[in-house]
């Protein structure tokens, strides 16, 4: 499959850092701002993003307060769903995409990274989010016991959440081991600097996250020993690290403004001369600011473009075609990164910080032609 305009402007710029040209050179400066604006008709957070939803990678205003769980056990589909559509609403909306009965299970995967994300940022006490982290810990050993008595649906903590998990398990042969890793993956960032040494460290700590909520939902579409598994779960592995960088770069307007900080990785600044008190001054018209931005989407927009190579055999379709919306993951991710190319990678640009009319018909263009 021949790739995009948009993907092969990223490739020269992924060609021109490769030459190790400087960014305020005339071709790469030519590459950075040469993308199509005519391409991906159907290109579409965090959370993430971050709000990268995307994805994920973390929910888009996540700040806000959650919804209410007045309905309790007796409507897990009603809070997940909810839940969901609040805090990482480009999930939601990739959502309607599943099979009925899937989409519940997928919705409480989501609800469950939004439960975790919300105890990372509502939690002042790390004593307190000890204990919280624990009990998600508590109700996945409960759900995925292997003594009946103890994973039946009167024994699990009758959270909405967990009653959903405890729905899904008992259908479909999902791993504890994805969701015990965002656990994990959640609680270790509250010990961590918002900035990482290098952007592959980076991309080390807060990927698991991102392959967590793409890998681990995949046996409720297709079954782990189906022959397609292997490829398609090495697929979505770079979709985790595209989500990942976006994620990154969603955050930092968000990260700015609350907490007086950036979590660009040090290797990216001292690349790109950045000074961190002059972003907090002077935002986008900071000094290297946005080359540096450049830099981390176009090392998102390579696993892209490597993940459409994987799918070079089946002509960039999606095969089998029930994992599709797996993939539409990637739709808000890859519309992220083409807006913030049209602002000349300014993150701070108010465009950025809306809500993308555009997205909802990207996402359903791109699942009725079955392609990433």
């Known amino acids: 499959m021949s790739a995009t305009p948009f993907a092969r402007s990223f490739s020269t710029c992924a060609r021109a850092r490769s030459a190790r040209l400087r960014p305020g050179s005339s071709t790469a400066l030519h590459s950075r701002s040469s993308i199509s604006t005519r391409t991906y008709a159907s290109t579409s957070s965090s959370s993430s993003t971050p709000g990268p939803s995307s994805g994920p990678a973390s929910p888009s205003k996540a700040t806000r307060a959650p919804p209410s769980s007045a309905g ?29 009965r899937e989409r519940s299970w997928f919705l409480a995967w989501r609800a469950f990274n939004l439960e975790l994300h919300l105890i990372t940022t509502t939690v002042s006490q790390p004593a307190l989010a000890a204990i919280r982290f624990q009990f998600w810990r508590d109700a996945l050993k409960m759900i995925f016991s292997p003594n009946p008595n103890i994973s039946s649906a009167s024994a699990i903590p009758q959270h909405p959440v967990a009653v959903l998990l405890a729905d899904m398990k008992r259908h479909r042969p999902v791993q504890r081991y994805y969701l ?32 967590s909520l793409l890998l681990g939902p995949l046996p409720i579409l297709l079954p782990p ?71 981390v989407g176009t090392r998102g927009m390579d696993e892209l473009i490597t993940a459409r190579r994987d799918l070079k055999e089946t002509g960039g379709k999606v095969v089998p075609s029930g994992v599709m919306p797996l993939f539409l993951s990637a739709v808000p991710a890859e519309n992220y990164l083409k807006r913030l190319e049209k602002h000349d990678f300014d993150v701070f640009h108010p465009d950025l910080q809306k809500h993308d009319w555009q997205l909802a018909p990207q996402i359903w263009w791109r699942y009725q032609r079955g392609k990433l």
């Open 180 to 211: 015990s890793q965002m656990i994990d993956a959640r609680a270790k960032t509250l010990s961590l600097p918002p900035s990482s040494p290098t952007l592959e460290s980076h991309l080390t700590t807060y990927s698991p996250l991102s392959t």
């Open 225 to 295: 020993t189906h022959s397609a598994s292997s490829h398609i779960s090495h697929t979505l592995s770079h979709l985790s690290t595209l989500l990942t960088t976006t994620s990154l770069l969603r955050n930092l307007p968000l990260l700015v403004s609350s907490k007086h900080t950036i979590n660009l990785p040090a290797d990216i600044c001292e690349k790109h001369g950045i000074v961190e008190e002059e972003v907090l001054r002077k935002g986008a018209e900071a000094s290297g600011l946005r080359d540096a931005c450049w830099t």
């Open 72 to 100: 309790g056990p007796q409507a897990p589909l009603e809070y997940c769903s909810s839940l969901v559509q609040r805090l990482d609403p480009e999930a939601w909306l990739t959502s309607y995409f599943w099979p009925k």
